[in-house]
């Protein structure tokens, strides 16, 4: 497949993206631990009685949305006692002023798209029933949508509180009793924590249900924002779950593939122990090997040798910004063990790669994604600069790079105030990436990630 690198446009490059620093690299440790649930949210097995309800939370391109609401209205009743328009749903959340950055509550009135009678587990049903599904408008620009609160430490969390209201004169309901919050596809993963000299990192891992003797495993190491030690935040702040659906898991043969989201308590490019951001980290001249690199690669085999369905030739290693960064890093310190990477808008600096770590990122099949207007991430002085070296030096190396004018939305069904598709930040090109939307002479990433396979592993 023919390499592609387009003309770089300029961008301003953000600290924000940076984590203090961390120790150094080695084998996997001896002193590691792994433990694994089948669920964390015990909410879940809660039932749904008399006015009280449950949300559904789906990924979508800019994170979590709560786009359906299951409610018990404690009475049997027919389709033709509901309709939207009797319906009111309101949320109140915490709002982020970043002028002041300040928390303040706000509530705003949800728009009702529909309603229809139900199951409890929201499935639309023809017979008289308890339960009313209420399926809600989410929009990217809608923050009342999206459960996460992004706050001012620039991490992802659940937002507290995020209480939602539902009424409706003629059936007699007015509750903000939710028992259960409900995520169809991030509920199907497992989680669990693994510690390794002394580091602990929390995780979330999918297995295929037909999965045969030789299934390929699909790594996603997650951005800044999606750190810390609830594993639904990296497959839902990025729209991890979307690895696991049939568009996806059907590029890689019936057996499909399984999927590893790794998260850590702190920044993945940090080169200490210490969780402060330092200058050092932003000098060409200090080294860049993550504190977590060891622990990291520990995880990994640990998750490798349990499962022994996976084929370790076929072993693949992607992620986003702070997981770019740390995507480039393994493949450094690791160069013989993973068959392919896919790092997106990756913080790795071109001028922290030497020779000799261009010598084995070359040795890699490795495809880049990145937008042009990246104002976080400039992508002069990391994915084109890399790119460019690789393609220069190494020319008959498999080498992609998928680069984007912008970053908006392709689904046809978010526009922005001016009518055109919604506008995201120009760092979120991971969007193309987790939609399998980045393609060189007519294939797509995960059809050419699916074929790449490193005969030197061992079994």
Same mark, same amino acid.
């Given at each position: 497949?023919?390499?592609?690198?387009?003309?770089?446009?300029?961008?301003?490059?953000?600290?924000?993206?940076?984590?203090?620093?961390?120790?150094?690299?080695?084998?996997?440790?001896?002193?590691?631990?792994?433990?694994?649930?089948?669920?964390?949210?015990?909410?879940?097995?809660?039932?749904?009685?008399?006015?009280?309800?449950?949300? #559904?939370?789906?990924?979508?391109?800019? %994170?979590?949305? @709560?786009? +359906?609401?299951?409610?018990? *209205?404690?009475? $049997?009743? !027919?389709?033709?006692?509901?309709?939207?328009?009797?319906?009111?749903?309101?949320?109140?959340?915490?709002?982020?002023?970043?002028?002041?950055?300040?928390?303040?509550?706000?509530?705003?009135?949800?728009?009702?798209?529909? #309603?229809?009678?139900?199951?409890?587990? %929201?499935?639309? @049903?023809? +017979?008289?029933?308890?339960? *009313?599904?209420? $399926?809600? !408008?989410?929009?990217?620009?809608?923050?009342?949508?999206?459960?996460?609160?992004?706050?001012?430490?620039?991490?992802?969390?659940?937002?507290?509180?995020?209480?939602?209201?539902?009424?409706?004169?003629?059936?007699?309901?007015?509750?903000?009793?939710?028992?259960?919050?409900?995520?169809?596809?991030?509920?199907?993963?497992?989680?669990?924590?693994?510690?390794?000299?002394?580091?602990?990192?929390?995780?979330?891992?999918?297995?295929?249900?037909?999965?045969?003797?030789?299934?390929?495993?699909?790594?996603?190491?997650?951005?800044?924002?999606?750190?810390?030690?609830?594993?639904?935040?990296?497959?839902?702040?990025?729209?991890?779950?979307?690895?696991?659906?049939?568009?996806?898991?059907?590029?890689?043969?019936?057996?499909?593939?399984?999927?590893?989201?790794?998260?850590?308590?702190?920044?993945?490019?940090?080169?200490?122990?210490?969780?402060?951001?330092?200058?050092?980290?932003?000098?060409?001249?200090?080294?860049?090997?993550?504190?977590?690199?060891?622990?990291?690669?520990?995880?990994?085999?640990?998750?490798?040798?349990?499962?022994?369905?996976?084929?370790?030739?076929?072993?693949?290693?992607?992620?986003?910004?702070?997981?770019?960064?740390?995507?480039?890093?393994?493949?450094?310190?690791?160069?013989?063990?993973?068959?392919?990477?896919?790092?997106?808008?990756?913080?790795?600096?071109?001028?922290?790669?030497?020779?000799?770590?261009?010598?084995?990122?070359?040795?890699?099949?490795?495809?880049?994604?990145?937008?042009?207007?990246?104002?976080?991430?400039?992508?002069?002085?990391?994915?084109?600069?890399?790119?460019?070296?690789?393609?220069?030096?190494?020319?008959?190396?498999?080498?992609?790079?998928?680069?984007?004018?912008?970053?908006?939305?392709?689904?046809?069904?978010?526009?922005?105030?001016?009518?055109?598709?919604?506008?995201?930040?120009?760092?979120?090109?991971?969007?193309?990436?987790?939609?399998?939307?980045?393609?060189?002479?007519?294939?797509?990433?995960?059809?050419?990630?699916?074929?790449?396979?490193?005969?030197?592993?061992?079994?």
């Amino acid at each position: 497949m023919k390499k592609s690198l387009k003309a770089a446009g300029l961008c301003v490059f953000s600290a924000l993206l940076f984590g203090a620093g961390a120790t150094f690299f080695g084998c996997a440790s001896t002193d590691s631990k792994t433990q694994t649930s089948k669920k964390t949210n015990q909410e879940m097995s809660v039932p749904i009685q008399e006015n009280q309800f449950a949300i #559904v939370v789906n990924g979508y391109d800019w %994170g979590p949305g @709560v786009d +359906k609401i299951i409610l018990n *209205v404690g009475k $049997e009743i !027919s389709s033709d006692e509901i309709n939207a328009e009797d319906f009111s749903v309101a949320v109140t959340m915490p709002v982020v002023d970043w002028t002041t950055f300040s928390v303040n509550e706000g509530t705003q009135n949800r728009s009702v798209t529909k #309603v229809y009678l139900s199951d409890e587990n %929201g499935t639309e @049903v023809s +017979k008289n029933t308890n339960f *009313v599904s209420v $399926e809600l !408008s989410v929009h990217p620009a809608d923050g009342f949508s999206n459960p996460f609160l992004f706050g001012t430490n620039f991490m992802n969390t659940w937002a507290n509180p995020y209480t939602v209201s539902v009424t409706n004169e003629k059936l007699g309901i007015d509750t903000n009793d939710c028992v259960a919050k409900i995520s169809p596809l991030a509920d199907k993963f497992e989680f669990g924590t693994h510690t390794a000299d002394g580091i602990t990192l929390s995780y979330a891992s999918w297995e295929p249900e037909n999965h045969g003797r030789s299934t390929p495993l699909i790594i996603w190491i997650h951005g800044m924002g999606e750190g810390g030690t609830d594993p639904y935040i990296p497959i839902l702040g990025n729209k991890v779950v979307n690895l696991i659906t049939p568009e996806i898991q059907n590029h890689f043969g019936k057996g499909g593939a399984y999927v590893l989201a790794p998260q850590v308590d702190g920044f993945w490019l940090q080169t200490d122990e210490s969780k402060e951001i330092k200058a050092a980290d932003l000098n060409p001249e200090t080294p860049a090997v993550s504190y977590y690199t060891k622990s990291l690669f520990s995880l990994i085999e640990d998750y490798v040798q349990k499962n022994p369905s996976i084929d370790r030739n076929r072993i693949y290693i992607g992620g986003c910004s702070n997981g770019g960064y740390m995507t480039v890093n393994m493949l450094i310190e690791y160069p013989d063990y993973f068959a392919a990477a896919w790092p997106v808008c990756e913080a790795y600096p071109d001028s922290k790669i030497d020779d000799e770590k261009l010598e084995k990122l070359s040795k890699n099949h490795i495809w880049f994604t990145q937008a042009k207007n990246d104002t976080t991430v400039n992508p002069d002085d990391f994915d084109v600069a890399t790119v460019r070296r690789l393609n220069e030096k190494y020319p008959d190396a498999d080498i992609h790079f998928s680069f984007f004018d912008d970053v908006h939305d392709t689904t046809g069904l978010y526009n922005g105030e001016d009518g055109k598709p919604y506008q995201y930040m120009g760092h979120w090109s991971w969007l193309y990436a987790l939609n399998n939307e980045c393609e060189d002479n007519g294939v797509t990433l995960m059809e050419w990630l699916s074929k790449q396979s490193r005969p030197f592993a061992e079994k």
